[in-house]
């Protein structure tokens, strides 16, 4: 799995996505500042949250659509420095009409990271390992955000919240740099001026499962996917996923200062507890797919994603659901890690499920169009739980509603997520 350069190509996935959640999570670490400073009030501030995935959620298809056209690499390549810059310029930012505009341009950069991240494993990894790689590869995204905490929560209360913002642009470029200089779009590219049949030879028995799966198939137009049950409903437990996902991710901090009466200090030390889970259940998401698959290979691949989408986001939904009802910081706390933990359990899922149904040349588009979709509860999600938070004065509503919509999320997979037929 880590052979012909593929090692570095793992690495360098892993490293974006700790550098995506840094960068995204910095801004509800900082919130606190932020809404003080700019004399914000929690509507104002969910509407801001909430910004960030009207680009985002856009970019997540059109970053698709350019990984299949220009390549993963390049694509990667302009969006992290895109996001890298708007991210720094969150420091020009002087009150709430600037920092829309800016997390929205913002978003937009970062909106390809998971196509792209699909793309490049379906490029250099056969089938019966994608589940584990893009597991490994996108639980930087929970280890960004726990090292965000303690990193943003130092430089703001030492310097200010402004240069934090510089710091992160900083480590986004160096990556960019690294990137371009020492990645491949695919194994052959590696072998350099190797002769074709070379090329062809080194990494024929790592294609041979592409190959088998795509003879006698013709290929199917992008449409064809995007009219399917299965996509569309994959992309629901997604959305559910990530409402649950923003809502921790902007709110929790947040929660925790205003419900709980903690101090920023304490508040960004106790966030690392939930995103370390998040990063466990990632990192085993992948894993425990890929091996119900090789467990139970009769009953077919997609069997396992769903036996894992399912009861993994159900586990979730009960978990933050209770959180919002608990009496004490520790019992809320410990309910919603455990929720993040069976969260991301399924983060690889909902990937590997478009890997296992859509033809390579598809990958993209259709994975960066189900992103679409889920991300869609990034602009609902936050600037709702701000307007349930100024209307009622608890959270408690707003953890509710998280957990209900992934329940049910669960059980429509069970009913509509099938193998696709596709035409002879």
């Known amino acids: 799995m880590f052979s012909q350069g593929k090692g570095i190509v793992i690495v360098f996935l892993f490293l974006a996505g700790v550098i995506n959640y840094l960068d995204r999570s910095a801004l509800s670490i900082a919130a606190p500042f932020i809404q ?9 501030m969910g509407i801001i949250f909430s910004s960030f995935s ?7 298809f059109l970053g698709g659509v350019a990984s299949d056209k220009y390549g993963a690499k390049l694509t990667l390549f302009v969006a992290m420095i895109v996001w890298s810059l708007f991210s720094g310029a969150l420091v020009l930012a002087v009150g709430f009409v600037s920092m829309i505009v800016i997390r929205i341009l913002f978003g937009m950069g970062e909106g390809p990271l998971s196509a792209t991240i699909s793309k490049m494993v379906n490029n250099w990894f056969p089938p019966s390992n994608r589940a584990t790689v893009i597991g490994l590869t996108n639980s930087g995204t929970p280890l960004g955000g726990a090292i965000s905490g303690p990193i943003v929560g130092f430089i703001a209360l030492s310097y200010g919240w402004r240069i934090s913002f510089i710091v992160i642009m900083i480590i986004g470029l ?39 799966e795509n003879v006698g198939k013709r290929k199917l137009k992008l449409t064809f996917y995007l009219k399917q049950k299965t996509i569309l409903f994959t992309a629901f437990a997604f959305f559910s996923y990530n409402y649950i996902l923003f809502f921790f991710l902007t709110w929790f901090p947040t929660y925790l200062v205003d419900a709980r009466g903690l101090s920023v200090g304490n508040m960004s030390i106790i966030t690392v507890i939930p ?17 119900f698959f090789k467990k139970f290979i009769k009953k077919g691949v997609l069997f396992s994603r769903k036996a894992v989408l399912v009861t993994c986001l159900f586990l979730s939904a ?40 859509v033809d390579k040349d598809n990958v993209g588009s259709v994975g960066g169009f189900m ?54």
């Open 275 to 291: 995103w370390v889970l998040g990063f466990i259940g990632l990192a085993l998401g992948g894993f425990v797919s890929d091996f």
């Open 36 to 44: 003080e400073d700019l004399s914000l009030s929690a509507t104002e």
């Open 371 to 424: 992103h679409f979709l889920a991300n869609t509860a990034g602009i609902i999600g936050p600037t709702l739980t701000g307007y349930l938070v100024d209307t009622s004065g608890t959270y408690t509503s707003a953890f509710l509603l998280a957990g209900g919509l992934a329940v049910f999320a669960s059980l429509t997979v069970i009913r509509f997520v099938r193998p696709i037929v596709k035409p002879l």
């Open 174 to 212: 160096v990556w960019a740099f690294l990137w371009w200089k020492f990645v491949k779009e695919r194994p052959q590219s590696a072998e350099g001026s190797a002769s074709l049949f070379s090329k062809q030879v080194a990494v024929s028995a790592e294609n041979e499962e592409d190959k088998k």
């Open 318 to 357: 009960v978990c933050i659901g209770v959180a919002g009802l608990v009496t004490t910081t520790v019992g809320a706390v410990t309910l919603v890690a455990l929720s993040v933990f069976f969260l991301y359990l399924t983060g690889a899922i909902y990937w590997a499920i478009v890997n296992d149904v």
């Open 54 to 60: 009207v680009g985002y959620a856009i970019f997540n």
